[in-house]
């Protein structure tokens, strides 16, 4: 039975239904961190490996990557915008930051990230410049920009891997602090900046009010173009993070990284809650969107599913989400 | 034929245990347009639901030319020859007139391709019919929207819906189509039709329709001939109690500087030369057809675009062009026309909404003081006496008329001087409507001023000190706004 517009207001002072509705809520709240716990319960009693400290330092330093990525993305879809060039971004400013950081000239790790997130930064601008600027379609855009920052990539190496980085550089992929993987302390510190600006800022505002109604936000003063053109560059930004961490994990940047890693972040944010009509999410549901992912690629992985399987069920948890998403809004 | 095409008796429902409507009782006859009325929350949209068959009644009787009749879906309405024209419109714009009509029962050769000479000359037909002039072939896209509606109507008919609903069907559309689809309408109701019209426009309800029946609180209040009652009379049973209307004319002082001053103000084919002055205290009403370039000036003066030349100032400073967060800092506000498409956030809290516009004096390096905001959203709440259950709710939970107290909230909240207000009561019941109109006089009264554009002549006839009348994008009067008439604003202004 569809409840009356008028309903929601009228019963929350009668005991019952407003027990009744503080579930419903509570459940569509936090229905994704409850799908996570039973999620985990199912694995640990599948395989007992699955809760062992080493395994969760293992999936924590796979979800880092996705979990970057997404961080940015959340940025993008609440102003209702989509960004498919951050595997590309990834794969640019990982192999600009080795090419400084390799052989014997090496220089500086600190040169190589700030050349690397000096080239996310860019590019992104172009995304969100071309975007906020000439508004052009954010998917036509993104999906250039995964085309030419792709290209840029094999252009600036001729299509060959940097290898032989640094000791310096390679600690912020493999190194450990306090017994806890740097990327992961990386993708908590990143998590911590980004949720705090979300939240707490004037500019966290504008991003929900440019995605929620931007006209509305044009109205009271926003300046929605300039917080559109910043999202692109803080994911953009993001994106090399996320390639520098990459490289210097794997000991070397691939022309081919990241190739696909895009769909992972849509992903992490869908399930996570964050609406792609913009202007509807958090990031922590999508850091909890990252964690189910690395989650279902790990359990699969000790349960010895196929990787062609794991594409199966990845994509139907998707789907399942934004059906949970759609069914919530219609309960509210 | 002796039976009414509608005829409800004690209709009631409730949801949880709320009871929406306890006694919805209606008559509609043969050849009349009967004008439902009654304030938000009064229970016609419940009433209108359970006769479209998309809700279901707990109680009470319906009757459709004579049959007893309980829909379980719109498919059934339909059949029984009903038909709803809603606000929003859902045309395919890509396709033709005659496709939009005959959409899925189009005519066919040998039951799989569409025979469009058939459908456009079968869809020219209904329309020369009905007096539409809209050619069948054009696409929906290049349609008005004042013809878009003549469309739907043309496609109720196409069912051969006797019985058709209309709700709000002039919300988004000027004047002049006003006025054809109201030859539209009689041109339906000549042939045997009868239409359920519900409109917060109270002078079109005295121009189109012959009867009325007012709900108030969920339950029947009276029904009758229009005729027979005034627009006072009529205001009093929607609202339940008598209404003072435009005792609020203080006349401002006449001295001392101008608070707004515009000189010259003009941006290529929207509107020209306009020149205006606005007192301290004072309110002044633009009034114009659609198209008399009344909002876009409005939005020009904001700063929502950019002046190809001319100037305006506010206390004697030069306002700042196409900025405005700049605008906002020196003191206007802007009430938008439409608070669903341009006014409010809906998918965020009425916290969020409310402060939205003077986050620039909330926060401390960007950072939003969140204190000093729940004060501030605590304290509008109640200047504008929302209802609400918790500012953390979200805004599109709320009533029209309490969504649009917070597009007005959002706007005190930056202390302005001077209110810009496009259509501020467009949608709004007869209650809230009085409500906004007590506070724009009150915030006036404080020195500050006003400039309120509407269509509805009689709002601005109730607000206004002084009238601006645009007309095709030129200012071409300005009147007394103590001794106008309706009949006088109108004449000017086309």
């Known amino acids: 039975m569809n409840p009356h517009p008028t309903m929601t207001a009228a019963s929350t002072g009668a005991a019952a239904p407003a027990a009744r509705l503080r579930w419903r809520h509570l459940l569509a709240d936090y229905g994704i961190v409850l799908a996570f716990i039973v999620l985990c319960i199912a694995l640990s009693v599948a395989d007992e490996n699955f809760l062992s400290w080493g395994n969760w330092v293992n999936i924590l330093r796979q979800t880092s990557i996705n979990g970057i990525l997404a961080i940015g993305m959340t940025y993008v879809i609440l102003t209702k915008g989509i960004d498919l060039s951050v595997g590309s971004l990834l794969a640019v400013s990982g192999i600009v930051a080795a090419s400084l950081v390799t052989g014997e000239t090496a220089h500086t790790p600190m040169l190589g990230i700030a050349a690397g997130l000096a080239v996310g930064a860019a590019l992104g601008a172009v995304n969100g410049g071309l975007i906020a600027g000439l508004s052009v379609a954010p998917f036509v855009v993104t999906l250039g920009m995964l085309s030419v920052a792709r290209g840029l990539t094999f252009i600036y190496n001729d299509g060959m891997p940097i290898a032989a980085l640094s000791p310096g550089f390679r600690s912020i992929g493999q190194g450990m602090a306090a017994g806890i993987p740097v990327p992961v302390i990386i993708l908590a510190a990143t998590f911590f900046v980004f949720w705090f600006v979300l939240k707490y800022t004037t500019f966290g505002r504008a991003v929900y009010a440019v995605g929620g109604n931007e006209k509305s936000a044009k109205t009271s003063g926003i300046n929605t173009a300039r917080v559109t053109f910043f999202v692109y560059v803080i994911s953009g930004a993001l994106s090399a993070l996320a390639g520098l961490i990459l490289a210097a994990r794997t000991t070397s940047a691939l022309p081919q990284a990241g190739v696909a890693y895009e769909l992972d972040a849509i992903a992490a944010v869908v399930i996570g809650g964050t609406s792609l009509s913009g202007g509807v999410g958090t990031l922590t549901g999508t850091l909890v969107g990252a964690l189910i992912i690395g989650v279902i690629n790990n359990g699969l992985d000790l349960l010895g599913v196929s990787s062609y399987y794991q594409q199966v069920i990845k994509g139907a948890i998707i789907v399942a989400a934004v059906l949970l998403d759609v069914s919530r809004k219609k309960q509210a | 034929m002796d039976h009414p095409l509608v005829h409800a008796r004690g209709v ?483």
């Open chain 2, 12 to 494: 009631a429902k409730s949801f949880n245990g709320v009871p929406a409507l306890k006694n919805g009782c209606l008559s509609l006859q043969r050849g009349s347009v009967h004008a439902l009325c009654g304030g938000n929350g009064a229970g016609k949209s419940t009433f209108l639901n359970i006769l479209m068959g998309i809700l279901r009644r707990d109680a009470g009787e319906v009757q459709v030319k004579g049959q007893a009749v309980d829909f379980a879906s719109p498919h059934e309405a339909i059949e029984h020859r009903i038909s709803i024209i809603t606000q929003e419109l859902s045309p395919i714009p890509g396709m033709t007139v005659a496709e939009n009509i005959y959409l899925g029962r189009e005519p066919k050769h040998g039951g799989l391709v569409i025979n469009y000479p058939a459908l456009f000359e079968q869809a020219n037909a209904l329309l020369r019919r009905l007096r539409f002039d809209i050619d069948a072939r054009l696409l929906m896209g290049r349609l008005s929207l004042a013809q878009t509606q003549l469309v739907e109507i043309a496609k109720a008919f196409s069912r051969q819906s006797d019985i058709i609903i209309m709700d709000e069907p002039t919300s988004a559309i000027g004047e002049s189509e006003t006025g054809i689809l109201f030859d539209a309408i009689r041109s339906v109701t000549a042939q045997g039709a009868g239409i359920l019209y519900v409109s917060h426009r109270l002078s079109e309800i005295f121009t189109i329709a012959d009867s009325y029946t007012v709900f108030r609180d969920g339950g029947f209040v009276e029904s009758g001939k229009l005729a027979d009652i005034d627009r006072r009379q009529l205001v009093k049973l929607i609202v339940g109690q008598e209404v003072r209307i435009a005792d609020k004319k203080h006349k401002p002082a006449a001295s001392g500087a101008s608070l707004v001053s515009v000189k010259g103000l003009s941006r290529e084919g929207e509107f020209d030369d306009i020149s205006l002055e606005v007192a301290p205290g004072e309110v002044l009403g633009i009034y114009g057809l659609m198209g008399s370039g009344r909002s876009e000036f409005l939005n020009c003066l904001y700063g929502l675009t950019r002046p190809d030349a001319g100037e305006a100032s506010l206390r004697g400073q030069p306002l700042p062009k196409g900025n405005p967060a700049a605008s906002i800092k020196a003191g206007l506000s802007l009430v938008t026309e439409d608070r669903k498409a341009t006014g409010l956030v809906l998918s965020s809290s009425v916290s969020f909404n409310t402060s939205l516009a003077a986050l620039p004096e909330l926060q401390h390096a960007s950072i939003v003081d969140r204190k000093a905001e729940r004060s501030l959203v605590d304290t509008m709440v109640q200047r504008m006496r929302i209802k609400l259950a918790s500012p953390a709710m979200a805004v599109s939970g709320l009533s029209g008329g309490n969504q649009q107290k917070v597009v007005l909230a959002r706007c005190m909240a930056t202390q302005p001087v001077c209110l810009l207000c496009d259509e501020p009561t467009r949608g709004i019941d007869e209650g809230a409507k009085r409500e906004v109109y007590a506070f724009l006089a009150s915030f006036a009264e404080q020195g500050n001023a006003v400039i309120v554009v509407s269509s509805e002549a009689p709002e601005v006839l109730d607000l206004s000190d002084r009238i601006a009348i645009f007309r095709k994008g030129r200012l071409a009067d300005v009147i007394d706004g103590h001794s106008a008439t309706q009949e006088e604003l109108l004449h000017l202004a086309s």
